[in-house]
T-cell receptor
Framework: EDKVVQSPLSLVVHEGDTVTLNCSYE??????LLWYKQEKKAPTFLFML????IEKKSGRLSSILDKKELFSILNITATQTGDSAVYLC??????????FGKGTTLSVSS | DSGVTQTPKHLITATGQRVTLRCSPR?????VYWYQQSLDQGLQFLIQ???????AKGNILERFSAQQFPDLHSELNLSSLELGDSALYFC?????????????FGSGTRLTVV
């Protein structure tokens, strides 16, 4: 059965800290891995990764994929209270629906 | 505003009742996906429609059904509701048949069954 596992499930840090969120997956026909940020309601898109070793960056956020070891990490540097959210990892396989992990809840205290 | 519209935003109903959730996809998107999000299960895929046809089914209960209309909006019907059906129901849309390139979520409908 295809699955996506995220760790840790929750994390509490202080403003300015750097955090690393993990996502491992087992899917039959991998096509892409996506990261979403969910605050109050709708998940919003952060990154899509399809190739190993190529880092995607957006401001203080970055992500990389390792297709050999079947995992991805999401890094957030110099965290701010606005980074507090649930971060979701999802994998697209040859089927049509994204498979989501349960998410990592990040709390950033000031 | 993501461009995906879901109504209603909140719904409170009694066990045994039937409700209909509505979703209008982003302009130009042909695929609509329905997901259920509960605290312990995360985002669970229910069903997908592409240009009016059912494309894929996930863990959708027999008490639940959906359809996509010619104008591409979609409705998710939940019947014989149970307390355990209380959750956040998301609709998402994408241009293509496949979700491999991600999709855009609506803001969800929070269903509370009492």
């Amino acid at each position: 059965e295809d699955k996506v596992v995220q760790s840790p499930l929750s994390l509490v840090v202080h403003e300015g800290d750097t955090v690393t969120l993990n996502c491992s997956y087992e899917v039959t026909n991998f096509r892409s891995l996506l990261w979403y940020k969910q605050e109050k309601k709708a998940p919003t898109f952060l990154f899509m990764l399809t190739s190993s070793g190529i880092e995607k960056k957006s401001g203080r956020l970055s992500s990389i994929l390792d297709k050999k070891e079947l995992f991805s990490i999401l890094n957030i540097t110099a965290t701010q209270t606005g980074d507090s959210a649930v971060y979701l990892c999802a994998v697209g396989d040859a089927g049509t629906a994204l498979i989501f992990g349960k998410g990592t809840t990040l709390s950033v205290s000031s | 505003d993501s461009g995906v519209t879901q109504t209603p935003k909140h719904l409170i109903t009694a066990t045994g009742q039937r409700v209909t959730l509505r979703c209008s996809p982003r302009s130009g998107d042909l695929s609509v996906y329905w997901y259920q999000q509960s605290l312990d299960q995360g985002l669970q895929f229910l069903i997908q429609y592409y240009n009016g046809e059912e494309r894929a089914k996930g863990n959708i209960l027999e008490r639940f059904s959906a359809q996509q209309f010619p104008d591409l909006h979609s409705e998710l019907n939940l019947s014989s509701l149970e307390l355990g059906d209380s959750a956040l129901y998301f609709c998402a849309s994408s241009v293509t048949d496949g979700a491999n390139y991600g999709y855009t979520f609506g803001s969800g409908t929070r269903l509370t069954v009492v």
